[in-house]
């Protein structure tokens, strides 16, 4: 079975901390990315990286960055948090080339407080 | 451009009774579809996929899909409803243009089984 885990389950950091969240895939997953979840808002793509130093924007990157030093390994980086971001974050991985697949693999996710 | 409607936030049902999530799709090219569900404090899990083989799909836990090009629908189904069906769903849509497998994410539908 695919498994992604997630470093943390909840954290509470304040308004200003500098905030990491980390993703580890144990099937060699070319493909990594992060979402944020708001009630109904789905699902929004952070980023995503298709390789090892790879990344690219998703649709809602600002105040985000990441890192992918690592293939099972993909790191979700807030350089100063702020109380909209308090959220769920979800990362997922998939494996590439496979034309009629595409399916992503979610790990359990975090939940963010920023106060 | 694509994106996903699910058609209702709430659905309330019946333990025993049918369940049918809605979800309508826009996208210039044919699509990849996804269902996934999410169980409370859980990471999301596919439920079923639609890759342009059969339009009936069928899924776990007894979800059945079909995909409906001329409707453009991608309705969920299950005919008797469990207990353990209460979830949030999320209808997905992935375009084949982009070679990254992004996934677009419906806003979600929460489902409640009442007893």
């Known amino acids: 079975d695919v498994k992604v885990t997630q470093s943390s389950r909840y954290l509470v950091k304040r308004t200003g901390e500098k905030v990491f969240l980390e993703c580890v895939q144990d099937m060699d997953h070319e493909n990594m990315f992060w979402y944020r979840q708001d009630p109904g808002l789905g699902l929004r793509l952070i980023y995503f990286?298709?390789?090892?130093?790879?990344?690219e924007k998703g649709d809602i990157p600002e105040g985000y960055s990441v890192s992918r030093e690592k293939k099972e390994r993909f790191s979700l980086i807030l350089e100063s948090a702020s109380t909209n971001q308090t959220s769920m974050y979800l990362c997922?991985?998939?494996?590439?080339?496979?034309?009629?697949?595409?399916?992503?693999?979610f790990g359990p996710g975090t939940r963010l407080t920023v106060t | 451009a694509q994106s996903v409607t699910q058609l209702d936030s709430h659905v309330s049902v019946s333990e025993g009774t049918p369940v049918l999530l809605r979800c309508n799709y826009s996208?210039?090219?044919?699509?990849?579809l996804f269902w996934y569900v999410q169980h409370p404090n859980k990471g999301l899990q596919l439920l079923l996929k639609?890759?342009?083989?059969?339009?009936l799909v069928k899924g776990i836990n007894g979800f059945e899909a079909e995909f409906k090009k001329s409707e453009t629908s991608f309705h969920l189904t299950k005919p008797s409803a469990h207990m353990s069906d209460a979830a949030e769903y999320f209808c997905v849509v992935r375009v084949p243009t982009d070679s990254w497998g992004k996934l677009q994410f419906g806003a979600g539908t929460q489902v409640v089984v009442t007893p």
């Open positions: 997922a991985s998939s494996p590439d080339l496979i034309p009629s697949s595409y399916e992503q693999y």
């Open positions: 639609y890759t342009s083989a059969a339009t």
């Open positions: 990286s298709y390789d090892v130093k790879m990344k």
């Open positions: 996208s210039s090219y044919s699509p990849s």
